[in-house]
Nanobody, 123 residues
Framework: QVQLVESGGGLVQAGGSLRLSCAAS????????MGWFRQAPGKEREFVAA????????YYADSVKGRFTISRDNARNTVYLQMNSLKPEDTAVYYC????????????????WGQGTQVTVSS
């Protein structure tokens, strides 16, 4: 069984930075692509970023491209999301998840999800 735990969220001023971590316990993540998603109050969960199993390929939503960076350390079973130049519209609960089918933006392709970490960006 795989358990994913996000951390690093908090309150930050617009233009600031946060680094989110997603730590896995149980089985290793090394053979799976991983993704970050976010959900704001009253809105559907949306794709943010994904990274291939090896870390060699990544993909970003247009809304965060150039500001966010996804990375992973398979030896530590951890995935990261570095968020720079944060905007108030980035405010949401951020979730990490493990993909069953490789790098994809599809929500239903991810089987294990973390509990989420709150990111709040003030203006």
């Amino acid at each position: 069984q795989v358990q994913l735990v996000e951390s690093g969220g908090g309150l930050v001023q617009a233009g600031g930075s946060l680094r989110l971590s997603c730590a896995a316990s149980g089985r290793t993540l090394s053979s799976h692509a991983m993704g970050w998603f976010r959900q704001a109050p009253g809105k559907e969960r949306e794709f943010v970023a994904a990274i291939s199993w090896s870390g060699s390929t990544s993909y970003y939503a247009d809304s965060v491209k150039g500001r966010f960076t996804i990375s992973r350390d398979n030896a530590r079973n951890t995935v990261y999301l570095q968020m720079n130049s944060l905007k108030p519209e980035d405010t949401a609960v951020y979730y990490c998840a493990r993909s069953l089918v490789g790098l994809t933006t599809r929500v239903n392709a991810y089987d294990y999800w973390g509990q989420g970490t709150q990111v709040t960006v003030s203006s």
